[in-house]
């Protein structure tokens, strides 16, 4: 199955809506946009709240949590390194592996790929498809590209001096 992420640019809250293969409304991501750290709920078509994904500001990488059901279920982190950005997900012990850079990137559960991300380049704003093997890991993967495509977004920032160009997106609070 494949879900198709566009994210509004130019907006004072960060928004997106998720669409299906067919194109319907799938979830809807809304960020807090004066909180401290970056904070983002995903509700389903019905409006229910069914992912809440958190950032712990105090840490020397960057980490952010996701909760589903009320229950921490993952801690996305990012790893030092130098050669190129590296990303651990803690609670179902997933890795991920690919081009960061490029947001062109997988998820695996051992040696079995759960999703793969791939950033849509010849559109306004960021759009991303992200096609996961099972349904079961639907509301985490989007949750762990949400989590991802922050610390992305904040390296980025701080790489420009911290203003943010073109589009906002959900790294930037917009």
Same mark, same amino acid.
């Given at each position: 199955m494949k879900l198709y992420l566009k994210q509004k640019v130019f907006s004072w809250k960060d928004k997106s $809506? =998720?669409?299906?293969?067919?194109? $319907?409304?799938? +979830? +809807?991501? #809304?960020? @807090? =946009?004066?909180s401290v750290g970056k904070k983002l709920t995903v509700y389903d078509a019905q409006q229910n709240e069914v992912a809440f994904i958190r950032q712990k500001v105090v840490t020397f990488m960057p980490k952010f949590f =996701? #909760?589903?059901?009320? #229950?921490? *279920?993952?801690?996305? !982190? @990012? @790893?030092?390194?130098?050669?190129?950005? @590296? +990303? *651990? *997900?803690?609670?179902?012990?997933? !890795? *991920?592996q690919g081009n960061f850079t490029a947001h062109d990137y997988s998820l695996y559960d051992g040696e079995k790929e759960i999703a793969g991300i791939h950033k849509k380049w010849m559109s306004w704003g960021d759009a991303f498809e992200i096609e996961i093997a099972s349904e079961k890991d639907e509301v985490l993967v989007l949750a762990v590209v949400l989590a991802i495509d922050a610390v992305m977004d904040a390296s980025d920032n701080a790489a420009a001096g911290g203003i943010a160009g073109g589009a906002a997106s959900f790294g930037s609070n917009g």
């Open positions: $809506n =998720v669409k299906d293969e067919l194109g $319907n409304d799938k +979830y +809807y991501i #809304e960020g @807090k =946009v004066l =996701v #909760e589903i059901g009320g #229950e921490q *279920v993952a801690e996305i !982190t @990012k @790893k030092l390194s130098f050669l190129k950005p @590296k +990303y *651990v *997900v803690n609670g179902p012990d997933w !890795t *991920v």
